[in-house]
């Protein structure tokens, strides 16, 4: 069984690499100059553009034909149930804003899940040219390069990520909950896309992250990557990450941001 999990595991993510690498080539290379909004979701703020239609067709095609019998959850409205116990979790362009204005920030996320758990991750940022992995009980990995988590700093230096929701009571929450907390910690950044932020702690490149109101999509396969570099995920204290609330951060910082964040009131508008 152990032998047959593995060769799954490492079908899965030779799958999730290609269609990850052909959206975000599509992504890249396809924008129009004259890109817009093609609709809205939440409020008026919260943009789809065609193109993030363009790359959910792209991936939902392909994985339906590499794996017909599997089950997707795509941000974009592609949802079916599949046969298979796999499912994919896919988000099209993760920082769709970003992807808008012109700004670097965004990323094609894929993650495929077995009985409900996320067993592969794939994060393609193509303006950074790079794409981060993880197979659960594997590590994570940047091309070649095993990703870790940064060593844990005292509170007061650490440097964490965090994003706002696109919901006015949401947003006036969450920034009162910056405003206590920025004065507490080394800095505190906004990158506007969750998948990018959760591999940055992979990275070493933020201490932790945090943000309230997220999708399934939007940190299925960035929290798989964290964990895979050691870092600690989950949401407020006892649950796992979910929309209420998504932690990571290395062992030492975790527990006491996600102290402070349950006292800040974070997992609530």
Known sequence: MTDALNALKDELLAVALEAADRAGALLRDGRPADLGV???????????????????KLITGFLAERRPHDGL???????????SGVRWVIDPIDGT????????????????EIDGEAVVGVVAAPMRGETYRAVRGRGAFEGERR?????????SQALVGTGFGYLTARRAAQAEVVRALLPEVR??????????DLCDVACGR?????????NPWDYAAGALIA????????????????GELTIAAATGLFEP??????????WHD
């Open 38 to 56: 093609a609709a809205t979701k939440t409020s008026p703020i919260d943009v789809v553009t065609e193109m993030d239609i363009a790359a959910e």
């Open 73 to 83: 959850l795509g941000e974009e409205g592609a949802s079916t149930e599949g046969t």
């Open 97 to 112: 804003v970003n992807y808008l204005y012109g700004l670097p920030s965004w990323a094609v996320s894929i993650a495929a």
């Open 147 to 155: 990703l870790r988590c940064r060593p844990a700093p005292v509170f």
């Open 187 to 196: 800095d505190i950044r906004r990158g506007g896309s969750a998948a990018i």
């Open 206 to 214: 933020l201490d932790g992250y945090y943000e309230r109101g997220l």
């Open 227 to 242: 964990h895979e570099s050691g870092a600690l995920t989950g949401g407020r204290p006892g649950a796992p990450a979910s």
């Open 257 to 266: 941001l996600q102290a402070r964040l349950e006292e800040l009131g974070a």
